[in-house]
């Protein structure tokens, strides 16, 4: 069987796929992946293979962090998948061309190469690394970080906010998803209910209780959250010297939250020891780390396995790779989906949110001693998780869609 990856250019929607890619891998299957350059080595070295996207895609990037509004970053972010649409078509369609897949997994974002997926009439699957946009009775609309609310007064905000919801898809995601059918040669869609699952099979990396409790539409998955590290990642050095660890991440891709690690180095030194991921930002603006570990990129899975408490952007890969290991978070929510992920998190028990305007040195301490409180719901979490089946489930799920059966029908 011959599988074909394909992924938008951000290591948090690369890491989620590679679990049920390696899987296939050892269950002999011929894996093919584009990513974003950055990574092609590290994907080749669990015995894949895999060439970059287009360059053209990797230039457009991310102007969300500039926006003052959560539905101007919004809009900007789908202006920014909608510009990289006509270049992920064609740079996938020369992707199936030369591999000519069994089947194909294609990151939600890449509006173009769906559009050819269709096109093409290939077997194929969504991969979706963050929360669904899809209301349900008792849900609240996507997007505003909300709670659910009970009761006649908690229906009446999610009807009027549901309102803001609907003019955001018809002025931002339904002319995205357009901009990618047109790059492909389909014909336009009008409606919303006419743009949702469109694949056969949504590989859905969550679970409950983290997911709130409802009726996953048709075709929808789940299948845990995304647990890969890279392998080439950075070596530790972090002796043990008595204090309790607290990782501190922020965004893989550049949001400008190097904020979070400034604070945490001034609140939480002497208290804990801290291992930091600033990824876009350069560790070196932070001054001095002392005996605490910085660097752009480390290793989640080994720190995780020693770490107390997790603090956050609240972007769903670190979130649910602290909760997978049992590990309690602080969230400070940056901006897109992450005020959603925040939610979720205090919903289901396991950490504590700190809001972005609230942040200080003093605060964040505070929600970090909170957070420890937390530990029964995030290993509830892990639980949830774990009773998916993981990437295991997943890869025999693309197995069955390789081999035309609708596995995606079956709850």
């Given amino acids: 069987m011959r599988v074909l990856a394909y992924t938008s250019p951000a290591r948090g929607h690369l890491n989620p796929m590679m679990g049920p890619l390696i899987e296939l891998?050892?269950?002999?299957?011929?894996?093919?992946?584009?990513?974003?350059?950055?990574?092609?080595?590290?994907?080749?070295?669990?015995?894949?293979?895999?060439?970059?996207?287009?360059?053209?895609?990797?230039?457009?990037?991310?102007?969300?962090?500039?926006?003052?509004?959560?539905?101007?970053?919004?809009?900007?972010?789908?202006?920014?998948?909608?510009?990289?649409?006509?270049?992920?078509?064609?740079?996938?369609?020369?992707?199936?061309?030369?591999?000519?897949?069994?089947?194909?997994?294609?990151?939600?974002?890449?509006?173009?190469?769906?559009?050819?997926?269709?096109?093409e009439g290939l077997a194929w699957a969504e991969s979706r690394p963050f929360l669904l946009e899809d209301g349900a009775p008792g849900i609240p609309p996507f997007g505003l970080g909300l709670r659910p609310m009970a009761g006649p007064l908690g229906r009446l905000r999610d009807s009027l906010l549901g309102l803001t919801s609907k003019a955001f898809d018809a002025k931002a995601r339904l002319p995205t998803v357009n901009t990618g059918r047109s790059a492909a040669g389909l014909p336009k869609l009008k409606r919303r209910e006419e743009w949702r699952r469109r694949a056969p099979l949504t590989l859905y990396f969550t679970a409950e209780p983290f997911e709130y409790p409802r009726p996953m539409p048709p075709g929808v998955v789940m299948v845990g959250a995304g647990l890969w590290d890279p392998s080439g990642d950075a070596e530790l050095e972090l002796p043990d010297d008595g204090r309790p660890l607290v990782l501190v991440a922020c965004s893989s891709e550049f949001q400008d939250d190097g904020e979070i690690a400034a604070a945490a180095l001034v609140g939480l030194r002497g208290r804990w020891r801290l291992a930091i991921t600033t990824a876009g930002v350069d560790p070196e603006v932070l001054g001095d780390p002392g005996d605490d570990l910085i660097a752009?990129?480390?290793?989640?899975?080994?720190?995780?396995?020693?770490?107390?408490?997790?603090?956050?952007?609240?972007?769903?890969?670190?979130?649910?790779?602290?909760?997978?290991?049992?590990?309690?978070?602080?969230?400070?929510?940056?901006?897109?989906?992450?005020?959603?992920?925040?939610?979720?998190?205090?919903?289901?028990?396991?950490?504590?949110?700190?809001?972005?305007?609230?942040?200080?040195?003093?605060?964040?301490?505070a929600a970090v001693e909170d957070a420890l409180g937390c530990a029964a719901g995030a290993a509830r979490v892990k639980a949830g998780y774990e009773a998916t089946g993981g990437a295991a489930r997943a890869a025999s799920l693309l197995e069955e869609l390789s081999r035309g059966s609708s596995p995606a029908r079956v709850p």
Avoid: N, Y
């Avoid at 992707?95 to 769906?114: E, L, M, Y």
């Avoid at 080994?302 to 978070?329: D, F, N, W, Y």
């Fill in 25 to 119: 891998g050892r269950r002999g299957a011929e894996v093919h992946v584009r990513t974003l350059a950055s990574q092609v080595d590290a994907v080749r070295a669990e015995g894949l293979r895999c060439e970059p996207l287009d360059p053209a895609i990797e230039a457009i990037v991310h102007d969300d962090h500039e926006a003052r509004t959560q539905i101007d970053a919004g809009r900007r972010s789908f202006a920014t998948f909608a510009a990289r649409a006509p270049f992920d078509a064609s740079d996938f369609a020369d992707a199936v061309a030369a591999v000519r897949p069994d089947v194909a997994i294609v990151d939600v974002t890449c509006f173009g190469a769906k559009a050819v997926a269709e096109r």
């Fill in 296 to 365: 752009r990129f480390l290793p989640h899975t080994p720190l995780l396995e020693r770490a107390s408490v997790v603090v956050c952007h609240g972007g769903m890969g670190i979130t649910q790779k602290a909760l997978a290991a049992g590990v309690p978070v602080c969230v400070v929510p940056w901006a897109r989906d992450q005020l959603d992920v925040a939610a979720h998190v205090l919903e289901a028990g396991a950490g504590t949110k700190l809001p972005r305007k609230r942040l200080s040195p003093e605060r964040l301490a």
